[in-house]
């Protein structure tokens, strides 16, 4: 009764969660024409790209970044250091959420609607590269996350900067022409949120800009290296249980 109960109540939150999303701009646009520049169904292709990002993290991530501070803590990570293969990979892979699957085909549900509804010139390029910079933004959501839980290794609790990634990580939830100046700087190199779906909904919504990619390129893959980096050093200071 408490699995079925549980597994219920996740997918009816994530359910009201997209809803929330979706009817929070459906009713900023009863008051205005243009948000950040971009009309009501312009938004829709935005939102719809960042809570599908959002359902692959449930889907996929979201379960086994919960437990690592609990693996390290323990001492149960020595487990997954002495498999022959990559312990990031599989620690960030181990454990598939089913209910947040129910939650993943409902949001690609409301993808394709928007996309089918969005009255722009596109075509199967630039839903190709829509998807591709998507495939980005989860990328770069994850490194942003484990960036939040790798300090566990030093303070023995994430819980905090995990608290944080969750209240600043609204970012990802807004057009990111709506930032400026330092703010600007911070959600799109600092702890980049802005790339994850705004910068690619600009590509699909307003064509190929080379300096839009260019900027997506450097920053992802900075952001990779330098978590790679720092888990490193985190597994050269892990306190293993046989030690």
């Known amino acids: 009764m408490e699995f079925r109960l549980d597994f219920t109540f996740r997918i009816v939150m994530d359910l009201i969660y997209y809803a929330v999303n979706i009817a929070f701009f459906k009713v900023l646009f009863l008051h205005t024409e243009l948000i ?22 449930m889907t996929v991530f979201s379960t086994n970044m919960w437990w690592l501070p609990f693996y390290i803590n323990r001492g149960e990570l020595d487990y997954y250091l002495t498999r022959p293969v990559s312990p990031l990979f599989f620690l960030s892979l181990r454990e598939f959420a089913a209910n947040s699957f129910v939650n993943l085909l409902v949001a690609m549900g409301i993808f394709i609607y928007a996309i089918a509804n969005f009255s722009g010139p596109w075509g199967l390029a630039n839903l190709a ?9 989860v990328l770069i959501y994850y490194c942003i996350q ?28 807004r057009p ?55 888990w490193k050093r985190g597994l050269r200071n892990y306190a293993s249980a046989s030690s």
Do not use: C, K
Not at 36 to 57: C, H, I, K, P, R
Not at 129 to 137: A, C, D, K, P, S
Not at 211 to 230: C, D, K, N, P, Q
């Open 36 to 57: 950040g520049g971009w009309t009501s169904e312009q938004m829709m292709v935005f939102v719809a790209s960042y809570l599908l990002v959002d359902a692959v993290n």
């Open 129 to 137: 590269g829509l998807i591709l910079l998507l495939i980005n933004g």
């Open 146 to 173: 484990m960036l939040m839980i790798i300090p566990v290794f030093w303070t023995q609790s994430a819980r905090g900067f995990v608290d944080l990634f969750y209240t600043v990580g609204i970012a990802m939830e």
């Open 176 to 230: 990111d022409r709506i930032y400026r100046g330092w703010l600007r700087i911070f959600f799109t190199v600092i702890m980049p949120f802005a790339l994850i779906a705004s910068y690619p909904s600009r590509v699909f919504i307003e064509g190929f800009d080379r300096e839009v990619l260019l900027h997506l390129t450097t920053v992802s893959s900075g952001l990779w290296f330098v978590m790679l980096g720092i």
